[in-house]
Every structure is written in structure tokens, then in C-alpha cells.
């Protein structure tokens, strides 16, 4: 990145962006800090928690928690990479960023948030085998299988984006410098390019779409062999029991892609970039804080191990006075 970064250095005159975020008056923008900062913090904390309690728990040392896990630890830096930046905006009269922040922002976003599609997609392929293929569950999600899976959608994450990254960063910016988003987006910031390439623009677009595509494609596959396993079921109770473990993953599926798919896939054309904005803090503030409440007030073993633990605490404090 360093690299295309001195490259760049000869071509533009742009060394750093001002990000518009949501302007308006003083009483406002320190409203919304106080409503994003409490967002934020319970955000860490919901799924801080979901994580200690998997580590904790010998009962939630399962596939399917590990990826749980994975996907908590992973959401924690997605918010990370946006809100602290945005955050200082609202208290600033001019919100900037440096060229190179800029880029390691977009950079980090969008690796998290293809690490967490890819860890999506890879939940949906664990209760595909444990409720289509239930003899042969522990055979095929062992240990090695589900460590190999988890470093896979890492390392794959934080790869498969470094081409419209790299393409991007290297387009002249040799004149305005406003981002009117509340982060560095890739549509707004090749509106600021003085030499707009629509090759780059095609190729962004058709790296988003094959990967938030084909991950929502094998999702919706897994669940579709899920759904006509669980109808085979004959008792009630055992369908209701075989939904209610993959319900949540399911719920938290929807509310992300519907948000990003809007986003990220669809023509390359002009875009309201005041109703992006909107949108932006819906799949980028609010469904990382929504998807720890999901996985824990919908799953009885996690709510079971957080009970243990408050109850662990009340009876240490009761001894101890």
C-alpha cells in the first residue's frame, strides 16, 4: 500500500479528505455523538460478551459457537474502523483524514466485512451438516476442519479486496477532497477522481457482487437443504428444535445482506449519497449492535452460560459478605 502511496505522491495534490459525515448545528451533531458513542459501546460490550462467554463455557466449545466467536471478534473491529473516526467528527469543525487513513479505512472495512460473509457462509455449511447429515457431524466438523475453515475466511477476508483497493488509490485526486459520507466509501471517493475510470469502476463492482453473491447464493442453499431436512421431521417438537438452532444465524443473515446488497450491488451509476449515508449506518453501526442480542437472547446454551455466570457472581458476593 506504502508503495502506490509514494506512486501516487507525483500524480495528485490531494494529501488528505474531509469526511462530511451529517453536518448540521452544534446541539445536533453533539446529540448523534452521544447516540453513536452509546451504540458503540454497547455494541463492544454485547458481543465482548458472547465472546468471553464462548472462551468460558466448556459447554460452548462447539462448531458452532467457534464460528460464533469468530464473527463477534470479527464485528468488533468492523465497528472499529468506522465509528471512533466518526465519532471525532461530530465534536470537530472539520473532520479530516489523511490520504493513506483514508485507504487503510476502506482497507479494514470492507476485509471485515468480507471475513464476516465468508464466516456467515461458513456457519450456514455447519448447520447444514448438523441437521442434514447428523451422523456424521463430528466426523466431518472436527477439530481440524473447523480451525482450517475459520483461518480460511481470515486470510481470504483480509486478500480479496486488496485488487479495487489498490486500483482505487492509485486514481489522480487532483481536486476536490470532500467525502460526503461519514467514512472513505468507494463510490464517493471515485467521484472525486479528475480522471474517473470506468474499467475500475466495473471491476470493484464485479469483485462486491461475486463475493456478496455467491456467499448469499451458498447460504441460501444450505438453508434450503435445511428446510426440507427439518420438514422430513415427524414430530412437531423436533422441527421446532431443529429451526431454533440455526433461527438466529438465519435472522442475522437477512438484516446484514439486505443492507449490503443494496449497497454494493448495483449499477455503477450516480448515487444519492445522503441516502447511502443512511443506509451506511444501518449495516455499519446498527446490525453489528442487533447480532449479539440475536445470538443471545434466541439461544438457550448462551443464555444458559450467561446465567451461571451472573448467578456465579451473586453467590461469590453473598459468601463474601
Known amino acids: 500500500m506504502m508503495y502506490f502511496k509514494i506512486e501516487m505522491e507525483n500524480q495528485t495534490s490531494v494529501t488528505e479528505f474531509i469526511l ?5 448545528h452544534w446541539h445536533i451533531r453533539v446529540f448523534l455523538f452521544l447516540f453513536f458513542l452509546f451504540v458503540y459501546i454497547l455494541t463492544l460490550a454485547g458481543n465482548f460478551i458472547i465472546t468471553a462467554l464462548i472462551f468460558s463455557d466448556h459447554h460452548l466449545h462447539k462448531p458452532m459457537y467457534f464460528f460464533i466467536c469468530n464473527f463477534s471478534i470479527a464485528e468488533i473491529w468492523y465497528i ?4 471512533p473516526k466518526m465519532l471525532s467528527g461530530f465534536l470537530t469543525e472539520q ?6 487513513g483514508c485507504f487503510l479505512q476502506l482497507y479494514f472495512f470492507f476485509s471485515l466485512g468480507a471475513t464476516e460473509c465468508l464466516i456467515l457462509t461458513t456457519m450456514g455449511y455447519d448447520r447444514y451438516l448438523a441437521i442434514c447429515i447428523p451422523l456424521r457431524y463430528s466426523m466431518i466438523m472436527n477439530n481440524r476442519t473447523y480451525t ?3 483461518t480460511f475466511c481470515w486470510v481470504t477476508g483480509f486478500t480479496i479486496n486488496m485488487v479495487p483497493i489498490v486500483l482505487i488509490s492509485n486514481l489522480p485526486f487532483c481536486g476536490p477532497n470532500k467525502i460526503n459520507h461519514f467514512f472513505c466509501d468507494p463510490s464517493p471517493l ?6 474517473r475510470s470506468q474499467t475500475i469502476e466495473i471491476i470493484c463492482y464485479t469483485y462486491t457482487s461475486i463475493l456478496i453473491l455467491s456467499t448469499c447464493f451458498l447460504i441460501m442453499v444450505s438453508y434450503m437443504y435445511i428446510l426440507l431436512a427439518i420438514l422430513r421431521i415427524p414430530s412437531t417438537t423436533g422441527r421446532q428444535k431443529a429451526f431454533s438452532t440455526c433461527a438466529s444465524h ?8 439486505a443492507s449490503i446488497i443494496f449497497m454494493y450491488v448495483r449499477p455503477t451509476a450516480k448515487y444519492p449519497f445522503d441516502l447511502d449515508k443512511v443506509i451506511g449506518v444501518f449495516y455499519a453501526i446498527l446490525v453489528p449492535l442487533i447480532n449479539p442480542f440475536i445470538y443471545s437472547l434466541r439461544n438457550k446454551d448462551v443464555k444458559t452460560a450467561l446465567k451461571k455466570i451472573i448467578w456465579g457472581r451473586i453467590n461469590i458476593l453473598n459468601v463474601s459478605y
Open 148 to 150: 482450517s475453515l475459520a
Open 20 to 24: 462530511q459525515g451529517f453536518p448540521g
Open 190 to 195: 471515485m467521484e472525486l477522481s479528475c480522471s
Open 95 to 100: 473532520d479530516t483524514i489523511s490520504f493513506t
Open 250 to 257: 438465519l435472522i442475522v443473515v437477512l438484516i446484514f445482506y
Open 80 to 83: 472499529t474502523a468506522t465509528v
